[in-house]
């Protein structure tokens, strides 16, 4: 499955969601990262921040195409459970969508 999420970096904390909408792409998903936008690093800890919001390993989401902060996702698991998960994380940002261990 495909999922669409814009890239939030150097962000205080790192969560997942809620979605944003934009002209060209649609609905987004917003993943904010504290790493910077430099050498990957940034594209890297939103694929981490995902798949763990998501409940799925690291090596199950893929970035297959980049246009700026828009990134899109392929996600390795069955399509029911993974549509159900991101709408919840569109919905609202909740307390399990932050990902920061303070």
Do not use: C, W, Y
């Amino acid at each position: 499955m495909r999922v669409a999420i814009r890239v939030r970096p150097a962000a205080d904390r790192t969560a997942v969601g809620p979605a944003t909408s934009d002209p060209t792409h649609g609905r987004l998903l917003v993943v904010r990262v504290r790493e910077p936008a430099v050498e990957g690093r940034a594209n890297e800890a939103a694929l981490r921040a995902l798949a763990q919001a998501l409940g799925v390993r690291r090596s199950d989401v893929a970035l297959i195409r980049s246009i700026g902060r828009v990134k899109f996702i392929e996600v390795d698991a069955p399509d029911d459970v993974i549509t159900r998960r991101v709408e919840e994380l569109a919905q609202h940002s909740d307390p399990a969508a932050r990902l920061d261990s303070r």
